[in-house]
């Protein structure tokens, strides 16, 4: 608590009468990031809202790179909750993750699948994949500071991303192959 008060320029009392202690102070900073995270005004969200998947899926790269690079301090955050705290502070957000995808994508991913639009695979599963991967990707390579961990540049890994989660691995039987 010193040295967060003397960073904040404040007296150790003051920090006191604010604050309990450093576990509170960490979560408040957590909030914040979640509070910035679930912000209809962000544009992620607003592109969760349209549930244009997986047709947005190069729309969805840049959103969350960006979210990345916004918010790096505050992603890094995560890990120290995960190493000091358990991930107590990150836990229900990570829990009300498969709700909050439900409630935005679950019609939509269903007229689609009813028209046909997808395989035999669960497009609800593929949409969070595709969000948790590509964050996964522009946190190792923004927040770690590991460029080229896949082995490739952001530009050629992400269109090979998308390819994957756009047509599978397999070959497709039909006309024309998978889409590129």
């Known amino acids: 608590m010193r040295q967060i008060a003397d960073r904040a320029e404040l007296s150790v009392g003051n920090l006191y009468h604010h604050f309990r202690g450093k576990e509170e102070v960490f979560g408040r900073?957590?909030?914040r990031y979640w509070e910035s995270v679930l912000d209809p005004d962000l544009r992620?969200?607003?592109l969760f809202v349209r549930a244009d998947f997986p047709d947005d899926l190069e729309e969805m790269a840049v959103?969350?790179?960006?979210?990345?690079?916004?918010?790096?301090?505050?992603?890094?955050?995560?890990?120290?909750?995960?190493?000091?705290?358990?991930?107590?502070?990150?836990?229900?957000?990570?829990?009300?993750?498969?709700?909050?995808f439900q409630e935005t994508y679950a019609d939509r991913l269903?007229?689609?699948?009813?028209?046909?639009?997808?395989?035999d695979v669960d497009p609800m599963t593929a949409v969070m994949v595709?969000?948790?991967?590509?964050?996964?990707?522009?946190?190792?390579?923004?927040?770690?500071?590991?460029?080229?961990?896949?082995?490739m540049s952001p530009e050629d890994a992400v269109p090979e991303f998308i390819r994957l989660l756009r047509n599978g691995l397999r070959p497709r039987n039909g006309a024309g192959g998978p889409e590129r």
């Open 130 to 151: 595709a969000t948790r991967w590509l964050f996964y990707f522009f946190t190792v390579e923004k927040c770690f500071g590991v460029p080229m961990h896949f082995g």
């Open 63 to 100: 959103a969350i790179e960006e979210v990345v690079e916004d918010f790096r301090p505050y992603i890094l955050l995560i890990y120290v909750d995960v190493i000091e705290f358990q991930g107590h502070h990150i836990r229900s957000f990570y829990e009300g993750m498969a709700q909050r």
């Open 29 to 31: 900073l957590l909030d």
């Open 44 to 46: 992620l969200n607003q």
């Open 110 to 119: 269903r007229e689609r699948q009813q028209a046909g639009e997808f395989g």
